[in-house]
């Protein structure tokens, strides 16, 4: 997607051979791009959020494997570096899925032979997500246009939560996808951004991008959906996720959960955008069985933005030595989700539903 009018993906590799990302612990205020050239670069840049997002971490760590065999292609290493990656974040399963994948890539072939498909994997990998996520925009799309029929092609409002828009993919985002899609259609579509507490990705990533493509939007409190919901202002409810389970139950970023049960209570309906890397198929009770990743309590107690004169400062918000929890990710049951916007069409949340979509993942 754009940057001041210039086309951009969150990760790329320039023609000199270095791997570049765009480190989103600044924006909106600093576009800051930065070149990650070791291992420990990428385990950094995927550990402290210098890209999120589950499709991005994954991406990302496809190309920290490149770099790394380029380093030493040894089988040690390779085996090293699947679980130094694999170890920074533990809820998006897009890590593991990518880590896979090289790994499917990589362990057959002589050591010397690795680097080069080791970078052609991940620029594939990259590719694919691109492609996959328009797809769940034209679905997306189909489910948008239905509501706007019905509302006589008056506006159709959004609801979203974190930043599942383009900086947490390659490219196109998965929960935004349909509503750029909808906006190339000429539909009258509204999106309120929840902030997202305590890192604020849709405050600062998710408004920054629809800014930036000039898409109508309204920043909410994390607390304002249910009572939208409660006067008809709210007509879906579109979010990212970063692991679903083969019966559909869906991890996503910390207050999802309470977003589906208050849509539930309105009768609004509540969809979820994955691309199918996204699906654990190993794990079926999402509640009980996906790793939530507990992060610091600073990012509770401190807030992050600018002062009057433009530098970016971390500000404490609570008494000194206050304990606070910090659970980055929750579980909304498949019950509470009306559909699943894949790359291969709107599936019902369902294990019948995910296995007829994907008869070549699902374990029997
Ligand atoms: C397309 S992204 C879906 C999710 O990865 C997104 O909503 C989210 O929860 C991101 O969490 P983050 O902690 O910023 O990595």
Not at 129 to 139: A, F, K, P, S
Not at 164 to 185: F, K, L
């Amino acid at each position: 997607m754009k940057i001041d009018g210039k086309h951009f993906r969150s990760i790329w590799r320039e023609p000199s051979g270095e791997v570049r990302i765009i480190d989103q612990r600044w924006l909106p205020h600093e576009l800051r791009i930065v070149p990650l050239n070791t291992r420990k670069d990428f385990a950094d840049a995927i550990r402290d959020m210098w890209v999120r997002g589950a499709p991005l971490i994954g991406a990302t760590a496809a190309y920290g494997v490149a770099v790394q065999m380029a380093a030493d292609p040894s089988d040690t290493s390779l085996d090293e570096t699947y679980e130094v990656l694999h170890e920074t974040r533990p809820t998006a399963i897009n890590l593991k899925w990518a880590l896979d994948e090289m790994n499917k890539v990589l362990k057959p072939l002589a050591p010397q032979l690795r680097a080069e498909a080791a970078f052609a994997r991940a620029a594939e990998i990259c590719d694919e997500d691109v492609e996959t996520n328009r797809q769940i925009g034209l679905h997306g799309l189909e489910i948008i246009r239905e509501i706007a029929a019905k509302k006589g092609g008056g506006r159709v409002n959004v609801l979203t939560h974190c930043n599942a828009g383009w900086p947490a993919t390659v490219d196109w985002g998965t929960a935004t996808s349909p509503v750029y899609h909808a906006v190339e259609d000429g539909i009258d579509i509204h999106v309120f951004v929840d902030e997202t507490r305590p890192r604020n990705q849709g405050a600062q990533l998710t408004s920054w991008e629809l800014i930036s493509h000039g898409v109508s939007h309204d920043l909410i409190v994390d607390n304002a959906g249910g009572h939208l919901m409660q006067h008809g202002e709210i007509d879906l409810v579109i979010v990212g996720t970063d692991r679903t389970t083969a019966r559909g139950d869906v991890c996503n970023k910390i207050g999802t959960y309470l977003k589906a049960l208050a849509a539930k209570a309105n009768g609004v309906p509540f969809y979820v955008a994955l691309p199918s890397p996204t699906i654990d198929w190993t794990v079926v009770d999402g509640v009980k069985e996906i790793p939530i990743e507990e992060r610091t309590g600073e990012e509770v107690t401190h807030v992050q933005g600018r002062d009057p004169e433009g530098k970016i400062i971390s500000v404490q918000i609570s008494p000194d030595g206050t304990p606070a929890r910090n659970p980055a990710f929750d579980v909304t049951p498949a019950e509470l989700v009306t559909g699943l916007i894949t790359e291969r069409g709107v599936s019902p949340a369902t294990a019948e539903g995910l296995a007829a979509m994907f008869p070549e993942f699902a374990v029997q």
